[in-house]
T-cell receptor
Framework: GENVEQHPSTLSVQEGDSAVIKCTYSDSASNYFPWYKQELGKGPQLIIDIRSNVGEKKDQRIAVTLNKTAKHFSLHITETQPEDSAVYFCAASYVYTGTASKLTFGTGTRLQVTL | DAGVTQSPTHLIKTRGQQVTLRCSPKSGHDTVSWYQQALGQGPQFIFQYYEEEERQRGNFPDRFSGHQFPNYSSELNVNALLLGDSALYLC?????????????FGDGTRLSIL
């Protein structure tokens, strides 16, 4: 089955700096890679996702890149703000036509943005 | 637009008991997936329901069972509770359709086993 590794487990940055979180996956059939943000006492919130036919996707201060050959994908947050502090999870899935398949999650990265 | 709602928010049980957790999907969604999240870990897939049938199942024992109702809401049942079942149980909903459909999560039910 799919296995997703995520690094680092904790990340501390100063406000305004950039943060990068990296994930690798094992199953070459995986074709969908979402990122979730989880705040304390809340469920995971989808922040951005990418499909295997795209190499990069941006949404304001957040970007995700995908290297299918190396089976790597990364989350980039620019101009970090205190409200970006949370646990971030990457996930991988194989989505066939019309079906939302199961997500395999990484172990999470605790991001702390300091003033 | 109501998101995914789960009940109860917290629950305390003892070993050997049975528990039922409930989930109402996001408006317009028809597929429900359940995940178990142990403290400090990523969510682990339990199973997925679509058209009232279990469509996919993760590596969980038969003590974990579920149901989906005609209105797309869902229940997760766990029998013969073990201490190791203590976790946050998350429900995610999505819409079956052409192309990828993101899964949206509720805030979960925190289950504690004494």
């Amino acid at each position: 089955g799919e296995n997703v590794e995520q690094h680092p487990s904790t990340l501390s940055v100063q406000e305004g700096d950039s943060a990068v979180i990296k994930c690798t996956y094992s199953d070459s059939a995986s074709n969908y890679f979402p990122w979730y943000k989880q705040e304390l006492g809340k469920g995971p919130q989808l922040i951005i996702d990418i499909r295997s036919n795209v190499g990069e996707k941006k949404d304001q201060r957040i970007a995700v890149t995908l290297n299918k050959t190396a089976k790597h994908f990364s989350l980039h947050i620019t101009e970090t703000q205190p409200e970006d502090s949370a646990v971030y999870f990457c996930a991988a899935s194989y989505v066939y036509t019309g079906t939302a398949s199961k997500l395999t999650f990484g172990t999470g990265t605790r991001l702390q943005v300091t003033l | 637009d109501a998101g995914v709602t789960q009940s109860p928010t917290h629950l305390i049980k003892t070993r050997g008991q049975q528990v039922t957790l409930r989930c109402s999907p996001k408006s317009g969604h028809d597929t429900v997936s359940w995940y178990q999240q142990a403290l400090g870990q990523g969510p682990q897939f339990i199973f997925q329901y679509y058209e009232e049938e279990e469509r996919q199942r993760g590596n969980f024992p038969d003590r974990f069972s579920g149901h989906q109702f005609p209105n797309y809401s869902s229940e997760l049942n766990v029998n013969a509770l073990l201490l190791g079942d203590s976790a946050l149980y998350l429900c995610a909903s999505s819409l079956e359709g052409v192309g990828n459909q993101p899964q949206h999560f509720g805030d979960g039910t925190r289950l504690s086993i004494l």
